[in-house]
DNA sequence: ACCGCTTACCCAATCGATTGGGTAAGCTGG
DNA sequence: CCAGCTTACCCAATCGATTGGGTAAGCGGT
């Protein structure tokens, strides 16, 4: 553990340099550099001199000051709906490896999707003189974004993407094809999606990537089997609930763009008497580690958050370092469960 | 939304004072404190006009300089176990309001519970300068804490506590105790523990809780029927799966001190082919909001995690302030549902 | 002996805000 | 008319690290 503490004294580069008899500044260079600069400033015996009292005495520079002089704070905000969103929570999780990798440290704020928020804790970011923003939470139609680059604030998106925006995603329209694909191989014709709210790209990409694949194999999806929702359990129900009174003839399987929407699908299902599996088949998005613990194993398109979060840390440094970049999506999964494993049973195609 | 970007010009003390034809230190003096200083520093009229320009040009102290001078950073460390952890996420929403309110701004890493890394994250905190820490981590074994102590580093624990330490805590043995209470108060005599993991105080303490109240009603458990396992529910699964090898009779109830843990065991038992709140009587710990969106709800000890955490933030306030604090336990509440709202039948009774 | 080059440093300004210690002008009371 | 006080400021050092620009000593070559 190093010595420079929250509550006792701290070694300075002038302390080391005093010790040693010789100039701050000599010692600031044989630290600084690796090598290249070092070499040059001083002679091999007084830089493991240096080296080895700096060591001895667990010098650790005071960041404020390096950032006072240099501009830059090595420090990085993150902006997420909210880190009780385990989607969000894992991809912070990648974020905070990628970034201590990269020696910046990382400022996490909740914004919970509201507009207001989003830009009172961009505000907050930015007053910590942040050297750069991922941006877990953007709206389809923010105009926050717009400000920010006019301002040429270094930022990335991430898990939401916008058109004209870099960002770090998982590539949700593959995903929604994924359980399209699943649900028409299982022989499944007649069903509904639980489609997010229309402000997040991951909801409009993973409902245009099942819808758009279902018509190509020649299916039909209604409007009213089309329904927004929250992305919670409360969200899924109130939307399960809807698709059980709107659509006549019932649908046999319901595609839900978030697990937790899937999870209050489930319950409310469950609360019709109609078991998930055999009575309806139930596909969820993220593959979050619930659903496979469920009672009734989730299926699951399963998205690599943690290495989303890694992305948006390395694409951000590249913003930073003034290289142009392009989005990324991230390849997803299927992972397929009891929830909807079976082919569609005989009595219910007779319905 | 203010000017100071991490892109474009920033403006500075100097450049009001500038603008104004004043000393920076009057500007300083005007814009840092409310009236005790400002009245003497400047007349009113004069104030007037910095306050007017500094809001014109959207002046925000830089952080950096002003922690240069004054050594204190207005940041806070906050070291967790895993942000994905759903309660560990709630009570760092108390604690990024609590900080947001006195003016902090908050780190979060995680630990991953594991020694190695938590000293490692204890020195990127001291090292990034933090005013103080709220570690949300702490083993009842640690050597950490002591030697933070003795570094004087200003520090409370959240959620786990330590005897000797500020901590902001649910009292635990009571929600073992309310646990207790219920399954006792159903007709329940034998009972397991799912008692999660030795070296955290929460599992414990919510073990202990319970089975001391057990024993004062004069019900007895045995020595296998408290089974210590991890906090996720792959954890709680093989404790359950321990749980019925091992005890026989077969437990009529279970409580586990972890929501997670009962989560996993409740598909243990479903394996097993038995029907959680008719076979099995279930209790979790904390009351996460998936509890009660289970396909059978879950009844739970509601642990206050977002007041944890703000009251974190009070208490290390407290002790930044040099005061002296004691322990908060927050008291929990018991929520009754469906896996173990019933009395115990007599078929289990007879067993 | 002298030019030029390298080696190994030192010097001082700077980043932006804070703060203890001035000081000049103006007013009051005796 | 002047001591003494108040008002409204200014000055300069300081926090710790960085960095462009020196410079003195030493050495090789001619």
Redesign the interface.
């Known amino acids: ?8 004294r701290t070694v300075t580069l002038k302390d080391l340099a005093n010790e040693l008899g010789i100039h701050p500044s000599t010692v600031s260079r044989i630290l600084h550099s690796g090598t290249e600069v070092a070499r040059g400033a001083a002679s091999v015996a007084t830089a493991k001199r240096v080296r080895d009292l700096a060591h001895k005495l667990g010098y ?1 520079p ?4 390096t ?2 002089r240099t501009r830059r ?1 090595h420090l990085l905000g993150v902006i997420v709906p ?3 969103d ?1 989607v969000l ?2 991809m ?2 990648g974020i ?1 490896e990628g970034a ?1 990798g990269l020696g910046y ?6 914004s919970r999707d509201n507009p207001v928020e989003q ?1 009172r804790k ?3 970011m ?8 991922i941006i877990g939470d953007a709206h389809l139609d923010n105009v926050l974004l717009q ?1 920010l680059r006019t ?4 930022f990335v998106l991430m898990n939401r993407r916008v058109p004209g925006h870099p960002s770090a995603t998982c590539d949700d329209v593959l995903g929604g094809q994924l359980a399209a694909d699943h649900l028409w191989s299982r022989g499944h014709r007649n069903v509904a999606v639980i489609a997010g709210e229309p402000y997040a790209s991951t909801a409009v990409d993973r409902t245009a990537g099942f819808v758009d694949q279902w018509k190509s194999f020649g299916g039909a999806i209604s409007q009213q089997a089309v329904v927004w929702s929250r992305f ?3 969200g899924g ?1 109130e939307a399960a609930e809807n698709i059980l009174n709107a659509c006549n003839p019932r649908p046999t399987a319901l595609f839900a763009v978030n697990d937790f929407a899937a ?2 699908a ?2 409310a299902l ?1 609360s019709h008497g109609l078991t998930v599996g055999r009575d309806m088949a139930v596909v969820g998005f993220n593959d979050t ?2 659903a496979a ?4 194993p989730l299926s699951s398109v399963r998205s690599p958050m943690l290495d989303i979060g890694r992305t948006a840390v390395q694409l951000l440094k590249q913003v930073l370092d003034g290289e142009r970049v392009e989005p990324i999506r991230l390849k997803p999964t299927l992972c397929v469960r009891e929830s909807s494993a079976r082919a569609i049973s005989a009595t219910l195609l007779r319905q």
Do not use: H
């Open positions: 553990m190093n010595d420079s503490t929250a509550g006792g650790s005071d960041p404020q000051a950032s006072l704070t909210r880190l009780s385990l929570a894992i912070y999780e905070e201590a440290s990382t400022f996490v704020m909740n830009r961009t505000d907050t930015l007053a910590r003189r942040v050297d750069g923003l400000e301002r040429k604030v270094p919670d359990t409360a129900r999870i209050g489930m319950g469950r580690s619930l613990e469920l009672p009734i």
